[in-house]
Each structure stands twice: as structure tokens, then as C-alpha cells.
């Protein structure tokens, strides 16, 4: 993997790269991860394409966030776009996870016309539920995820808090395992870092912006994710131009990792279609 930095606003960004090919994947994790994510990912599309997984600001090797951000999402699409202009990406394919998958919505709908297709793994355009927005926190809610954060002062008191309740698919040495290599990338990222996507990109509604995203697009929603149910993900199906939905059933929300051979071969098909439609001839 060759790991790299680019210098952002205020900071700088770090991404690794693997692979090759004539076509490019952006990788953009979501919360509480990093780049190190995608190890599956990029192993499997490595012998073909070109991969880039970044770290977004505030997790892994990339800078904080800085204090007076007042938009984390913008900030993140504006680092997406720096990254794209650094290494000149001539229409790559952007991957995005949870808020990483927000943070990729948010891109396509304002350059569009860099990015070929767009995949979307759990992803929503709103947090918070609202009128006519039935899914998400409730400001109660919201509230008291703030306090437990915030009251945890070792790692596995975050971990029980972010990850367990999102991992009901796997079980056992599977689950300490991944639970364990998902540690190491929660450690490296501040408790500032978590708590700013509870208060301030939570508070996100960017649902106004479907229509404006004409790019293909595959959407992958985990059926027992309680994050982002699979409601969300027909609300993006059915608003977005041109988009395609696959739902992993039985799986939960870190699906791309639980059940990384199949997010792979439905993202390779998506990428690179090979089925025909066989009809009768008359």
C-alpha cells in the first residue's frame, strides 16, 4: 500500500493506494473507522482498479477537525474535492460508508460530473427525525448518546457504545476479532471527532439534493440495521434518478465487513454489469 498526504485547509489528509488499472474507486469510511476499513475492499479490487482510501478529518492519520467548522459534511466534501484535483482522478467511482455514504451524497450532488458511479452503503441524507423524516434520533435521544459519550473514559466503554449494538450479525471469536480490529482504528480517533457527528452532522437534512444526483448509483442497506433501516434506503431508491437498491438480509450495519465477499461481488457487478436479460425470440 503506498501512503501518501495531501495538504487540505487547515490541515492535511491522508490516503492509501493500491492497485492498478485504468479505472479508479474512492473509498470514504464511515464512523468509527478509517481507511484501514476497506482492507477487504481493496484486496479484492486491487488486480483491476485503482484504489484510494482516504482518512477522513479527525480519524486516523488525517488532522482534526478544525474548532470552528461550522459544517463537518461540507468540510469532508471539500477535502473529497482537493483529493480528486491533487491526483488529478479522471471520473473515478466513489464508495461511501454511513457518514462517509452521507459525505459521498453530498459530493455527487454538487460534482456529479467527476465521479462515473456512486455506491452507497448505509447511508442516509438525515439523521434526525423531523416532519415527514420518521427515521433517526429524536432530540432526547440524540441528547442522551451526547451524555454517554461523553461520560466513557476508556476505549472499550466507547466501543460497547458505537459498535456492539450494530454488530448482531456476527457472533463468538468473529465478532471479538473484528470487534478488536475495529478497536484499533476507534482508538485513533478523538472522542471530538465522534461526538461531531452527534453535534453537528446529525443535524444534517440534505434530502432537497436527491434529485439533483443523476450519476448511477447503487445503494446497499443492511436489513438489521437499526442506524440506517432499510426504509431510508427505498426513501433514497425511489427519489434519486438513477439509482439501484441491494439489501443484505440478516446483516447488520458493518455489512462491507461482516460479509465482505458479497458487498464485493454486488459492487463488482454494479461496476462492471455481466448478466443479459434472456427473452424469448418470436
Known amino acids: ?32 473507522l478509517n481507511s484501514n476499513s476497506w482492507y477487504a475492499q481493496v484486496e479484492h479490487f486491487k488486480p483491476n482498479f485503482r484504489n484510494i482510501a482516504i482518512d477522513l478529518r479527525g480519524y486516523g492519520q488525517s488532522s482534526e477537525i478544525p474548532n470552528d467548522t ?11 474535492l482537493t483529493l480528486f484535483n491533487t491526483l488529478k482522478l479522471n471520473k473515478p467511482i466513489l464508495v461511501g460508508f454511513a457518514s462517509g455514504g452521507h459525505a459521498t451524497l453530498k ?19 438525515c439523521f434526525m427525525k423531523q416532519k ?21 473514559d476508556t476505549l472499550e466503554q466507547l466501543s460497547d457504545i458505537i459498535l456492539t449494538s450494530a454488530m448482531r ?37 440534505d434530502r432537497s439534493l436527491l434529485k439533483d444526483i443523476t450519476t448511477a448509483t447503487l445503494i446497499i442497506c443492511s436489513r438489521l440495521d437499526k ?21 443484505l438480509n440478516d446483516i447488520d450495519h458493518f455489512g462491507f465487513a461482516t460479509q465482505s465477499a458479497l458487498v464485493n461481488q454486488v459492487i463488482e457487478q454494479f461496476i462492471q454489469p ?7 425470440s418470436n
Request: aromatic share 12%; glycine share 4%.
Open 169 to 205: 450479525d456476527v457472533s463468538g471469536k468473529q465478532k471479538q476479532a473484528l470487534t478488536a480490529w475495529f478497536n484499533t482504528m476507534l482508538a485513533s480517533a478523538k472522542k471530538e471527532t465522534l461526538l461531531s457527528f452527534f453535534n453537528n452532522i446529525a443535524y444534517d437534512d
Open 107 to 125: 459530493f455527487a450532488a454538487a460534482h456529479g460530473d467527476l465521479i462515473s458511479q456512486l455506491v452507497l452503503i448505509n447511508a442516509s441524507p
Open 227 to 247: 442506524e440506517v433501516p432499510t426504509a431510508v434506503a427505498m426513501y433514497l431508491r425511489e427519489n434519486m434518478p438513477n439509482a439501484q437498491l441491494f439489501e
Open 132 to 152: 415527514n423524516w420518521d427515521w433517526g434520533f429524536d432530540k432526547a435521544a440524540l441528547d442522551a448518546f451526547i451524555a454517554k459519550l461523553n461520560a466513557a
Open 1 to 32: 500500500m503506498q501512503k501518501e498526504f495531501i495538504d487540505v485547509d487547515k490541515g492535511r489528509l491522508f490516503y492509501q493506494m493500491a492497485g492498478e488499472g485504468e479505472r479508479d474507486i474512492v473509498w470514504v469510511h464511515g464512523l468509527p
Open 274 to 280: 455481466s448478466c443479459t436479460i434472456n427473452l424469448p
Open 70 to 80: 461550522p459544517s463537518v459534511t461540507d468540510l469532508y466534501v471539500a477535502d473529497l
